[in-house]
């Protein structure tokens, strides 16, 4: 089957494809024509490398991610798992919200005990399909023990849920429960999240 472009971002563009017979979801970093050539390859290089591994150890974390089926160093490409199910930023409701909440702290705790850092911690980026989560786009994640770090991606996704969800926050107190009780110093975290949001209030 031709490739079919499903969304083009900064920095990078998601089509459908196909692998050996399966639909795929294909990954591809972008040129940037403002960069030097070898440059530029050098960090598409250098982010499809990285974003590969972090699926891969997340995955080892138990954390669901995309399985890889294969990495094209020519073209900066990850070529995945199309994952099936609806985006949580979707699918949350009154009914799951405390339930889905619980379970998406349990992810980031796993991500965050490994050192792994999300980068773009959104319901966009997590895919619900039954009791199965799927964390996606792992395009701006990096390794990092930092409270600092790990804060920074928890505030991402409470103001994706203060933006989004505003009906729902109230869940978010049992996902900060939740993550506290198996986050390796998850209570400092979320102090940590707190001064943050004072540090941008004062500002």
Request: proline share 1%; charged share 35%; hydrophobic share 40%.
């Amino acid at each position: 089957m031709p490739e079919t472009l499903l969304r083009r971002g900064a920095e990078a563009e998601l089509l459908l494809s196909e692998y050996l017979g399966e639909k795929v979801l294909v990954k591809r970093r972008i040129a940037k024509d403002y960069r030097v050539k070898e440059l530029d390859e050098r960090i598409r290089k250098e982010r499809t490398k990285l974003e590969a591994g972090l699926l891969h150890n997340a995955k080892l974390q138990g954390v669901r991610t995309p399985f890889i089926r294969k990495i094209g160093r020519k073209n900066f490409e990850i070529v995945m798992e199309l994952v099936e199910g609806k985006r949580l930023k979707d699918a949350l409701d009154e009914r799951n919200s405390g339930k889905y909440c619980k379970k998406l702290a349990e992810q980031i705790a796993l991500l965050h005990n490994a050192g792994i850092i999300h980068g773009d911690l959104t319901t966009s980026n997590v895919i619900v399909n039954g009791r199965d989560f799927c964390l996606i786009d792992f395009g701006l994640g990096f390794y990092s023990e930092k409270i600092e770090d790990r804060a920074v991606d928890l505030l991402n996704l409470k103001k994706t849920f203060q933006a989004t969800h505003f009906k729902l926050f109230k869940a978010w107190g049992g996902l900060e429960l939740e993550y506290v009780k198996k986050a390796k110093d998850g209570a400092r975290v979320l102090s940590q999240v707190k001064e943050i949001e004072k540090r941008a209030r004062y500002s």
